[in-house]
């Protein structure tokens, strides 16, 4: 479910970003699908396991059959994680613009001048802000519910409707089609080494807006992958840790679950319909209230989803050959709060973290003894 704000803001910045017209369409075409060949050639150059593909592929059909959106979430190892795995989609879909995901890109990166704006632009790839910065209730966050949101399935209303949407169908053709939104939901790259190797951080809440506010459901699929952190690697130089740079083994192993159990969604939704209820805000609502932004039931509700998709791609996890089991407290956001300063520098000054890191140790360890 959206409010009427939510919509018209995400419809109006997809305008800016996509809404070009036919020459604009064959830009992307050819953007996404060179992109997608090159990935493509890279990964039938490396050895790779990947198991679920069709899980996928019939989710994204029975999607675009029932006119819903497809939300699909994935751990995230290395900067490269999208596009390359998507080198196993078949050519029906790498060459089709609105067969392909749209997914989140750093702001920073992604759109820092107008040639970046316009090739992450013409690849479907939406600026986010990183960092906690821009929050779940940014702008990107606001396009991706949109595009979950088919335009053929709302019509335009002044008045109060059990979704609480209103917002007009005469939007861009091409978003009036099922689309197909994925997620990193640990929120950047995080590489963790042996004997933790693989493991996940907590899952952030702009998953949790995807899940609950589109009009209909959209269908959730579990991703997991590993290996790619082994090819483009983010441990500073001189720094390279056994099992992430020695190790021979360099397979990229890809793990796609089946979609979420219907009921668990409707479930989570039934929830976030009734605390709209509770707080009276769907009469005349067109602005989300700060009381379903920030107070503490929508808080604990939105963690929830996001730690049971969490869970999901946990599962899939498990499922890679010699993955070791997480400590639970990687799961608890609590577990991360000081360490976001070291993982920060990690990405963006990692001259000051050489020195705090251990060469006969992980990352993980290294983060907990400067934590005490």
Same mark, same amino acid.
Request: contains cysteine; hydrophobic residues 35%; positive net charge.
């Given at each position: 479910?959206?409010?009427?704000?939510?919509?018209?803001?995400?419809?109006?910045?997809?305008?800016?970003?996509?809404?070009?017209?036919?020459?604009?369409?064959?830009?992307?075409?050819?953007?996404?699908?060179?992109?997608?060949?090159?990935?493509?050639?890279?990964?039938?150059?490396?050895?790779?396991?990947?198991?679920?593909?069709?899980?996928?592929?019939?989710?994204?059909?029975?999607?675009?059959?029932?006119?819903?959106?497809?939300?699909?979430?994935?751990?995230?190892?290395?900067?490269?994680?999208?596009?390359?795995?998507?080198?196993?989609?078949?050519?029906?879909?790498?060459?089709?613009?609105?067969?392909?995901?749209?997914?989140?890109?750093?702001?920073?990166?992604?759109?820092?001048?107008?040639?970046?704006?316009?090739?992450?632009?013409?690849?479907?790839?939406?600026?986010?802000?990183?960092?906690?910065?821009?929050?779940?209730?940014?702008?990107?966050?606001?396009?991706?519910?949109?595009?979950?949101?088919?335009?053929?399935?709302?019509?335009?209303?002044?008045?109060?409707?059990?979704?609480?949407?209103?917002?007009?169908?005469?939007?861009?053709?091409?978003?009036?089609?099922?689309?197909?939104?994925?997620?990193?939901?640990?929120?950047?790259?995080?590489?963790?080494?042996?004997?933790?190797?693989?493991?996940?951080?907590?899952?952030?809440?702009?998953?949790?807006?995807?899940?609950?506010? &589109?009009?209909? %459901?959209?269908?959730?699929? +579990?991703? @997991?992958?590993?290996?790619?952190? *082994? /090819?483009?690697?983010?441990?500073?130089?001189?720094?390279?840790?056994?099992?992430?740079?020695?190790?021979?083994?360099?397979?990229?192993?890809?793990?796609?679950?089946?979609?979420?159990?219907?009921?668990?969604?409707?479930?989570?939704?039934?929830?976030?319909?009734?605390?709209?209820?509770?707080?009276?805000?769907?009469?005349?609502?067109?602005?989300?209230?700060?009381?379903?932004?920030?107070?503490?039931?929508?808080?604990?509700?939105?963690?929830?989803?996001?730690?049971?998709?969490?869970?999901?791609?946990?599962?899939?996890?498990?499922?890679?050959?010699?993955?070791? &089991?997480?400590? %639970?407290?990687?799961?608890? +956001?609590? @577990?991360?709060?000081?360490?976001? *300063? /070291?993982?920060?520098?990690?990405?963006?000054?990692?001259?000051?973290?050489?020195?705090?890191?251990?060469?006969?140790?992980?990352?993980?360890?290294?983060?907990?003894?400067?934590?005490?």
């Amino acid at each position: 479910m959206s409010f009427r704000n939510v919509s018209l803001r995400g419809s109006q910045l997809l305008g800016k970003l996509d809404s070009r017209g036919w020459g604009w369409y064959v830009a992307k075409k050819w953007n996404i699908g060179l992109v997608y060949t090159m990935c493509k050639v890279f990964l039938r150059c490396k050895k790779v396991d990947i198991k679920g593909l069709d899980n996928l592929l019939e989710a994204h059909r029975q999607a675009r059959l029932e006119g819903r959106g497809l939300l699909t979430v994935m751990n995230h190892t290395s900067v490269l994680d999208d596009p390359v795995v998507w080198g196993m989609l078949p050519n029906d879909n790498g060459w089709i613009p609105y067969l392909m995901r749209w997914a989140t890109g750093a702001k920073d990166i992604c759109y820092k001048n107008k040639l970046y704006s316009l090739f992450f632009g013409a690849g479907q790839v939406l600026p986010i802000t990183r960092f906690g910065i821009g929050g779940p209730f940014q702008p990107g966050m606001d396009m991706c519910v949109r595009l979950l949101n088919p335009n053929n399935k709302i019509k335009y209303s002044a008045k109060y409707t059990p979704y609480l949407v209103h917002t007009n169908a005469t939007s861009y053709p091409f978003w009036r089609e099922s689309n197909w939104v994925h997620f990193f939901p640990e929120g950047y790259v995080h590489q963790a080494l042996e004997p933790h190797e693989g493991t996940m951080r907590y899952f952030r809440w702009g998953t949790s807006r995807a899940v609950l506010e &589109p009009v209909t %459901p959209p269908i959730i699929v +579990p991703m @997991f992958s590993h290996g790619l952190q *082994k /090819v483009f690697q983010e441990i500073p130089k001189g720094y390279e840790m056994e099992g992430n740079n020695t190790n021979k083994d360099r397979t990229i192993s890809i793990r796609i679950g089946e979609p979420i159990s219907e009921t668990t969604v409707a479930g989570f939704r039934n929830e976030w319909i009734n605390l709209c209820h509770k707080e009276n805000v769907g009469l005349n609502a067109e602005t989300m209230p700060d009381v379903l932004k920030n107070g503490q039931e929508a808080k604990d509700l939105r963690s929830k989803v996001a730690a049971y998709l969490r869970e999901e791609v946990e599962k899939l996890r498990l499922t890679v050959p010699n993955m070791n &089991p997480e400590l %639970p407290e990687f799961k608890e +956001p609590e @577990f991360w709060s000081d360490i976001d *300063k /070291v993982h920060k520098g990690v990405y963006n000054h990692r001259g000051k973290v050489r020195m705090l890191r251990n060469p006969t140790k992980g990352l993980i360890e290294v983060v907990e003894a400067n934590k005490d």
